[in-house]
């Protein structure tokens, strides 16, 4: 294993890797657990993704997978330390959210479907689930949670494939 400095990932095994605790998970996908307050599909857990993490045992969960969840909680340091504290160590946390500097979120229309607009009406909150955004991040933010709750290794990007409107957090406890 790497010694898992600021900036260096520690090795995880291929084991590891194949269990994945999926929290803002409407619909489910296979060989993950899936957790959502408001799930589309049977399958998923239905519970608050903070709450079902603080139930877990302490480094039970080899690795957190997050999607668009962060930036609909009211206070996000609170996932951010229950997922350090149920990871195993060297635990994964990947989470992609909404990025704050992404300026057509903020246009004065909103046209749905296309992300025009969403940070600047109700509406957008109102069709998705009846689920408000409380936060947005920019990557100082995404990492200054993160090292807070204790997560080392940090890495945050603006990730490309949707025209840089999100952000990836990649971290291990």
């Known amino acids: 294993m790497k010694a898992g ?3 260096e990932e520690p090795e995880v095994s291929a084991a590891e890797e194949a269990v994945v605790i ?5 619909k489910y996908h ?7 307050l408001y ?3 049977p399958r998923v857990i239905k519970a608050d993704a903070v709450e079902w993490l603080n139930m877990q045992p302490e480094g039970s969960i080899p ?6 969840l962060i930036e609909h909680l009211p206070d996000p340091n609170s996932f951010f330390r229950a997922a350090y504290r ?3 160590p060297m635990g994964l946390l990947h989470v992609i959210t909404d990025n704050a500097e992404f300026m057509p979120f903020y246009a004065p ?6 992300g025009l607009g969403a940070h600047a009406r109700n509406e957008y909150a109102l069709d998705h689930c009846q689920s408000i955004h409380y936060c947005i991040f920019t990557k100082l933010h995404l990492r200054n949670h993160a090292e807070k709750a204790g997560f080392r290794a940090v890495k945050v990007r603006r990730m ?5 409107a999100r952000l990836e957090l990649i971290a291990y406890k």
């Open 5 to 7: 400095g600021r900036g």
């Open 22 to 26: 999926n929290l803002g998970c409407r």
């Open 30 to 36: 296979r060989g993950q657990l899936c957790i959502d």
């Open 39 to 41: 799930p589309a599909d």
């Open 63 to 68: 690795s957190i997978y997050s999607k668009n």
């Open 86 to 88: 149920a990871l195993r």
């Open 109 to 114: 229309v909103w046209l749905r479907h296309t």
């Open 160 to 164: 490309p494939q949707w025209a840089f």
